[in-house]
T-cell receptor
């Protein structure tokens, strides 16, 4: 198991609430990623970061925002949750090592339900 | 832009039989290819990768994958399936020089006793 942690694991909230999904890794990886995944479906990259103070949008447009103030922490925030945000959110991290191919390691995910 | 195709939504195999989960890719330049497995209510676990070198790569839990450049394929294989191998399998690709991965839509593997 990789040392990457997501909290909460499950979250049920009402429409309009502001939420922050936490992701932390203790491996010292410089690169971190957020994916959105509907149950049993493909992953879509929504945000990524190459290091502190670096954030980029991914392939799938998302109303969420991210920040990277510390290497180990990459939280995702929804200012006003809507039912369309119901999904599973997966966080991952990686580091470029020669010959290793920049393997991404994943957290267990946060399953979000917006009522 | 790169893409990954996993043509089978589901693969069914009996325990003890060999299994193959198919993956084809499209990428500019040399591909870095990966297989991940996802168990219910869990994140993805890395299984194996192809970077360069031997076309047959071995990974975790007895899985292996064969890289075929001419067919742009990277099929996942195991000689003898276990019931515990039942899970969702994802193939992913990234071009050399990039960090972001492109995933296939996943293939559900069901191994029956």
């Amino acid at each position: 198991e990789a040392d990457i942690y997501q909290t909460p694991r499950y979250l049920v909230i009402g429409t309009g609430k502001k939420i922050t999904l936490e992701c932390s890794q203790t491996m010292g990886h410089d690169k971190m990623y957020w994916y959105q995944q509907d149950p049993g479906m493909e992953l879509h990259l929504i945000h990524y970061s190459y290091g502190v103070n670096s954030t980029e949008k991914g392939d799938l447009s998302s109303e969420s925002t991210v920040s990277r103030i510390r290497t180990e922490h990459f939280p995702l925030t929804l200012e006003s949750a809507r039912p369309s945000h119901t999904s599973q959110y997966l966080c991952a991290s990686s580091v470029r090592l020669a010959g290793e191919g920049n393997i991404q390691y994943f957290g267990a995910g946060t399953r979000l339900s917006v009522l | 832009a790169q893409s990954v195709a996993q043509p089978e939504d589901q693969v069914n195999v009996a325990e003890g039989n060999p299994l193959t989960v198919k993956c084809t890719y499209s990428v500019s330049g040399n591909p870095y290819l990966f297989w991940y497995v996802q168990y219910p209510n869990r994140g993805l676990q890395f299984l194996l990768k192809y970077i360069t070198g031997d076309n047959l790569v071995k990974g975790s839990y007895g899985f292996e994958a064969e890289f075929n450049k001419s067919q742009t394929s990277f099929h996942l294989k195991k000689p003898s399936a276990l019931v515990s191998d039942s899970a969702l399998y994802f193939c992913a690709v990234r071009p050399s020089g990039y960090s972001t991965l492109t995933f296939g839509k996943g293939t559900m593997l069901l191994v029956s006793p």
